[in-house]
Each structure stands twice: as C-alpha cells, then as structure tokens.
C-alpha cells in the first residue's frame, strides 16, 4: 500500500497540475472515444496502450474479457455496453484479449479434458461464458500445442465474446443504425503488438495490415473510409 499511496501524493502534485485544465473539463462531464473491453490483468493498461488521455476511453475489464450473453440476468457489464451506447453515444467497442490470460489458460486445461481447479469456483463459473469454444479448442490441440493453441484458445475466445456482445439489445439496435463499429483485438504484452480480426481473411492480423472499414455516416449518403486501423467484425 505504501507504494500506492504515494502514487497518490506524486499524482497530487505533479500530474495534477499539469493537466489541471483537463481534469477541470472532465468535472464537467465525459465523451469517451470508445468502450474498451478487456481483462483485469494487471499488466494491461488500456490508455498506456492507446496512448489516450483520462477521459477518452469507457473502460470494461473483468477475468477473461467476457461478456455474459443477453438473458443472463441483471449484469454489469450488459448494463456498461448499454449506458455507453445509450447515454455516452459511443460509435466504437474495442474488445480486447491478450497474451498469456490466466483465464484462458484455466479454459484451456478445462478443455483439453483436466478438471476444473477447485480452490476457484466463483471463477470456474464465470469461465462458462466462454465454454462454447471449448470443442475449437479440443480439435485444435491435434495440431498445435503450448504457447501456439493457449494463443489460439485467446483469439478464439474474443471473437466468441464479440457473439455475446451481439446479443445485448443495445449493441443490435445501434448496428441496425449504423451507429455502432465492432473491432476484436489480441494484445501481445511481451512484444507490444496489437493483432485485429480481418473479416475478409478470417484471421487475426497486425493492426496496420488490416482491411480498412468502410460504413454509412447516418447523415451521408456516401461511405466513410476510416482509419487503417479501424476493423470491422
């Protein structure tokens, strides 16, 4: 604690009055940029990553970056997506896995026929809402072991929880509208890559080699090339 304390005391009296114009119009109010989903992980800073000011991100972290399906009952993170889309007005939902998910490691061994660790129930439950890819999974591992299939069990698992997503009223009305970009990402913490899913090629590619998106402006007629980085799910 005595280490995070005084984080707080530097915080106070050097950050603070740096960016004290920031924080003064962040009293006001946010506009995040997007919602960020991802894990809890503590090596995992979305804004270190993004390089994005306090403000610009909405952020969801939680075990695995999962997203319970809609139907699931009263739940934090369908009601995060629900007050960033409805309330924020957010156009973007980055969701996010990374490299090295102890979660998925936990998924993993589950899947490849290893009981569940039971010093961990409350996680052993949670983990459910990925179990879906499970049989992926377990066929996979005929081909590639280690590293390689813990990797492919992480990609595999964002692009199932970007399924969920899908399944939250908010989410299908503002896709419905055009108002609404999805993007999966794997992040690589030892290497500082950022893989996204191309939906032309099925796969999760370097950022910057991914097929730009285009959409519908709802006040334009005409399509909108975005960003290289910017990838549609």
């Avoid at 050097?14 to 004290?20: A, C, I, L, S, T």
């Avoid at 995040?32 to 994005?52: E, G, V």
Wanted: aromatic share 6%; charged share 20%.
């Amino acid at each position: 604690m005595t280490r995070i304390i005084q984080g707080v005391f530097g915080f106070q009296k050097k950050v603070f009055g740096e960016k004290e114009e920031l924080f003064q119009k962040l009293g006001k109010g946010q506009n995040p940029l997007a919602l960020f989903i991802t894990c809890s992980d503590s090596r995992i800073n979305p804004n270190l990553l993004t390089q994005t000011e306090p403000g610009e991100l909405f952020i969801l972290r939680n075990a695995g970056n999962l997203v319970p399906p809609s139907g699931n009952g009263p739940g934090g993170e369908e009601a995060t997506v629900e007050y960033a889309i409805k309330h924020l007005k957010i156009k973007d939902i980055i969701l996010c896995g990374h490299s090295k998910c102890g979660a998925m490691n936990g998924l993993l061994s589950c899947a490849l026929g290893n009981p569940p660790d039971p010093s961990i129930p409350a996680v052993n439950q949670w983990l459910s809402h990925a179990m879906p890819i499970s049989t992926k999974v377990s066929n996979k591992s005929k081909e590639i072991s280690g590293d390689q299939l813990l990797s492919y069990c992480i990609e595999q698992n964002v692009l199932q929880q970007m399924e969920n997503l899908k399944t939250y009223s908010s989410v299908q009305s503002a896709l419905a509208d055009g108002k609404l970009r999805l993007h999966s990402w794997v992040y690589r913490i030892e290497s500082g890559e950022v893989l996204a899913f191309d939906m032309e090629k099925q796969a999760f590619v370097s950022l910057d080699k991914a097929k730009k998106q285009t959409w519908k402006e709802t006040s334009a007629d005409k399509p909108v090339v975005l960003s290289e980085f910017d990838i549609s799910i």
